[in-house]
C-alpha cells in the first residue's frame, strides 16, 4: 500500500475538496459591490421611468380637463345664443303670421311703431354654433383618451348638432328666398323706393296684404320658421344636458 492509500484508509474526511473563493477576499467583496451597484442603478432606472410616466400621466389629464372646461364654456355660450335665436325667431312667426292674416283697414290703422314692427317680418335668425373648443377636443386626441365611455359619447354627440341644425335650415332657406322674391314682385316700385317712409312702408304693406298668393308664402314661409326653430329648442335642450354631464365629468 501506498503512502497515499494508507492516508485514505486512515482518514475518514475523503480526498481533498476543493473550495470556491473566500468571501472575504477582497475579489469577492468587489463582485458584491459590483451586483449591488448594477441593481441600484436598475432600480433608480425603473423608479425614473415610473415617475416620468406617472408625472406624463398627470400633464396629460390635467390637460385634457383643461380641454374639457374650454368645451363646457362653448356649450355654454351656444345655449345663450340658441336661447336668444328663438326668441327673436318665435316673436318674427308671430309678426308675420299676423301679417298675412291682417285686412288693408287694419294696416291703415298701424301706428307707425306697429307699421315698422310689421315691415321687418323678414326677420330671423340662422345660427351657426361656435365649435374651436370642441374640434381642438377632438383633435388633441382627448375624445379617445377619456376613459369614462358615457361622458366620450356626449361629447362625440356634441359634434352633430350643427349638421341636425342645417338639416332643418335648408328646407327654411328656399321657402324664405322664393317667400321674398314674390313679396317684392308684388309691390308697386314706388313704395319700395319710400320703404323708409312710414306711408310708404304702410303701403308696402297694404300692397302684401291685398294678394291672396302673397299672404299664402308668408304663412308657409312662418311655418317652416316655425320648424326651424323647434328643432333649435330641442338641439337647445340637449346641449343643456351635455353640459350638466361635462360639468359633472370636471367635478369628478
Given at each position: 500500500?501506498?503512502?497515499?492509500?494508507?492516508?485514505?484508509?486512515?482518514?475518514?474526511?475523503?480526498?481533498?475538496?476543493?473550495?470556491?473563493?473566500?468571501?472575504?477576499?477582497?475579489?469577492?467583496?468587489?463582485?458584491?459591490?459590483?451586483?449591488?451597484?448594477?441593481?441600484?442603478?436598475?432600480?433608480?432606472?425603473?423608479?425614473?421611468?415610473?415617475?416620468?410616466?406617472?408625472?406624463?400621466?398627470?400633464?396629460?389629464?390635467?390637460?385634457?380637463?383643461?380641454?374639457?372646461?374650454?368645451?363646457?364654456?362653448?356649450?355654454?355660450?351656444?345655449?345663450?345664443?340658441?336661447?336668444?335665436?328663438?326668441?327673436?325667431?318665435?316673436?318674427?312667426?308671430?309678426?308675420?303670421?299676423?301679417?298675412?292674416r291682417a285686412t288693408e283697414a287694419e294696416i291703415a290703422g298701424l301706428?307707425?311703431?306697429?307699421?315698422?314692427?310689421?315691415?321687418?317680418?323678414?326677420?330671423?335668425?340662422?345660427?351657426?354654433?361656435?365649435?374651436?373648443?370642441?374640434?381642438?377636443?377632438?383633435?388633441?386626441?382627448?375624445?379617445?383618451?377619456?376613459?369614462?365611455?358615457?361622458?366620450?359619447?356626449?361629447?362625440?354627440?356634441?359634434?352633430?348638432?350643427?349638421?341636425?341644425?342645417?338639416?332643418?335650415?335648408?328646407?327654411?332657406?328656399?321657402?324664405?328666398?322664393?317667400?321674398?322674391?314674390?313679396?317684392?314682385?308684388?309691390?308697386?316700385?314706388?313704395?319700395?323706393?319710400?320703404?323708409?317712409?312710414?306711408?310708404?312702408?304702410?303701403?308696402?304693406?297694404?300692397?302684401?296684404?291685398?294678394?291672396?298668393?302673397?299672404?299664402?308664402?308668408?304663412?308657409?314661409?312662418?311655418?317652416?320658421?316655425?320648424?326651424?326653430?323647434?328643432?333649435?329648442?330641442?338641439?337647445?335642450?340637449?346641449?343643456?344636458?351635455?353640459?350638466?354631464?361635462?360639468?359633472?365629468?370636471?367635478?369628478?
Amino acid at each position: 500500500m501506498t503512502e497515499a492509500e494508507s492516508r485514505s484508509a486512515t482518514d475518514p474526511s475523503g480526498p481533498d475538496v476543493v473550495s470556491g473563493p473566500d468571501p472575504a477576499s477582497p475579489r469577492s467583496r468587489r463582485l458584491v459591490d459590483i451586483v449591488r451597484e448594477a441593481v441600484a442603478v436598475l432600480a433608480a432606472i425603473l423608479v425614473a421611468f415610473g415617475l416620468d410616466a406617472w408625472w406624463e400621466s398627470r400633464v396629460e389629464r390635467a390637460s385634457m380637463l383643461d380641454a374639457l372646461e374650454a368645451v363646457a364654456v362653448e356649450i355654454g355660450r351656444n345655449v345663450t345664443q340658441l336661447d336668444s335665436a328663438v326668441a327673436l325667431n318665435r316673436r318674427q312667426i308671430e309678426v308675420a303670421q299676423a301679417l298675412a292674416r291682417a285686412t288693408e283697414a287694419e294696416i291703415a290703422g298701424l301706428t307707425p311703431e306697429e307699421v315698422g314692427r310689421y315691415s321687418r317680418f323678414p326677420e330671423h335668425e340662422i345660427l351657426t354654433l361656435e365649435s374651436g373648443a370642441l374640434t381642438a377636443f377632438i383633435q388633441g386626441g382627448f375624445l379617445q383618451a377619456m376613459s369614462d365611455g358615457e361622458l366620450r359619447a356626449v361629447v362625440a354627440g356634441i359634434a352633430t348638432v350643427q349638421d341636425e341644425l342645417d338639416e332643418e335650415r335648408e328646407g327654411f332657406h328656399a321657402m324664405d328666398v322664393r317667400t321674398i322674391e314674390a313679396v317684392l314682385m308684388r309691390i308697386p316700385l314706388e313704395d319700395l323706393l319710400e320703404q323708409g317712409d312710414v306711408d310708404g312702408a304702410r303701403s308696402m304693406l297694404r300692397a302684401i296684404v291685398a294678394d291672396e298668393d302673397a299672404r299664402r308664402l308668408i304663412f308657409a314661409r312662418s311655418f317652416l320658421l316655425s320648424i326651424y326653430t323647434d328643432e333649435m329648442s330641442r338641439l337647445r335642450r340637449r346641449l343643456s344636458e351635455s353640459l350638466e354631464a361635462v360639468r359633472a365629468g370636471l367635478r369628478s
